[in-house]
């Protein structure tokens, strides 16, 4: 995981973790990065000093959360947990067996896996309602 400085067009500035890079602009694209202050979906990383990681330092990285952020990324690991639970996992057919169940070519049922940016993009042209699954410290363990 990496942190990002990131700032919107109306100037707010905030942090955003995103998997690697390629990850926040596949989302940025996307429109999905969004600005908590405005909403504005037009945001760009902003100037940051590098983090030089040491296991000093990694100790400090875990216990600087706020209680707050804490509770939230409590209820975001469970909420993809009981996603991972209650769905099937179909890879990378995703995107082939969201539009069959968007177009009612098979039964309508949870389903999660992986796409390509394109195949994302062509989901959302078609109407297909779908949603990025965060990937989450505990993903990495």
């Known amino acids: ?3 990002f400085s990131l700032r919107c067009d109306g100037g707010h500035a905030f ?11 596949r ?5 999905l990065v969004t600005c908590p202050a405005c909403s504005s979906a037009n945001v760009e990383k902003s100037l940051m000093a590098p983090a030089v990681s040491t296991a000093k330092r ?14 939230m990324l409590a209820q975001l690991q469970d909420l993809a947990r009981k996603v991972r639970e209650s769905a099937e996992n179909v890879g ?3 995107a082939e067996e969201a539009r069959k169940i968007h177009f009612g070519e098979t039964e ?3 389903i999660y896996g ?7 993009k062509g989901l959302a042209e078609d109407g297909v309602a779908f949603m990025p699954l965060p990937s989450l410290p505990e993903d990495q363990n």
């Open 1 to 3: 995981m990496i942190s």
């Open 15 to 25: 942090d955003g973790w995103f998997r690697n890079g390629a990850d926040f602009d």
């Open 27 to 31: 989302q940025a694209e996307l429109g």
């Open 58 to 71: 990694k100790e400090k990285l875990a216990v600087a959360a706020t209680a707050e952020q804490a509770k």
């Open 92 to 94: 990378d057919k995703f």
């Open 108 to 110: 309508a049922r949870g």
């Open 114 to 120: 992986e796409a390509t940016l394109e195949e994302a």
